[in-house]
């Protein structure tokens, strides 16, 4: 399979532990991007990176949030001291070019990984 | 910020019937507007997009989706569904080139 994989899919885990996901990209896609869905809700924007620097970041990444893409491949989500709160899907894409650039910015999703904070 | 708004959040329609999904985002300038589809226990996928020309888009699978400028609208249509069509479909607006804003989604549940 050549698309975009996560890994763990589901992670169950108590309260104020530490959690870390992690994601492989398409390997030509230079653009990586998480997002965070909750039930009910779209997928919310959380942060982006170009090869490996991570050029934005939402205000819903909080400082207990924080992603790496080493060498410009994989990607790791990590997240402190985790909350309730930070229940839900953690989903993961990459792009070849710009969301903006008609050919080359669709956006490929992986299957996300589930978060349930106890 | 640009925000997209879904209207309808669950859909339930039997088969052979007319499918539109109502979408509408908050941007005044240059849009790129998208529909994405989840089928039950698979990953999002592009369904269509737009981003300039004419304004009725087609996409795989029989959709389609019209985007009204005036309207601030990208209405995805399908005259005939079926059973497969059974997902969650989420609009999307591409904000500054860099990432996409989604709308919260509309579940189609399609009656055999």
């Known amino acids: 399979d050549t698309g975009v994989s996560q890994d763990p899919r589901h992670k169950i885990t108590k309260r104020g532990q530490n959690v870390t996901f992690r994601c492989d990209p398409i390997s030509e896609h230079n653009r990586l991007y998480w997002y965070r869905q909750t039930l009910g809700q779209g997928p919310e924007f959380l942060t982006y990176f170009q090869n490996e620097a991570q050029l934005e970041k939402s205000r819903l990444l909080s400082d207990r949030f924080s992603a790496e893409r080493p060498k410009g491949s994989f990607s790791t989500l990590e997240i402190q001291r985790t909350e309730q709160g930070d229940s839900a899907m953690y989903l993961c894409a990459s792009s070849l070019g710009r969301t903006g650039d008609l050919n080359t910015g669709e956006l490929f999703f992986g299957e996300g990984s589930r978060l349930t904070v106890l | 910020a640009q925000s997209v708004s879904q209207h309808n959040h669950h859909v339930i329609l039997s088969e052979a019937a007319s499918l539109e999904l109502g979408c509408n985002y908050s941007?005044?300038?240059?849009?790129?507007l998208f529909w994405y589809v989840q089928y039950p226990g698979q990953h999002l996928q592009l369904l269509l997009k737009?981003?300039?020309?004419?304004?009725l888009v087609k996409g795989i699978k029989g959709f389609e989706a019209e985007f009204i400028k005036s309207k601030f609208s990208f209405n995805l249509r399908k005259p005939s569904v079926q059973w497969s069509d059974t997902a969650e479909y989420f609009c999307?607006?591409?904000?500054?080139?860099?990432?996409?804003?989604f709308g919260a989604g509309t579940i189609l549940r399609v009656k055999s």
């Open positions: 737009y981003f300039s020309g004419d304004p």
């Open positions: 941007y005044g300038g240059t849009v790129n």
């Open positions: 999307a607006v591409n904000q500054y080139g860099n990432k996409l804003v």
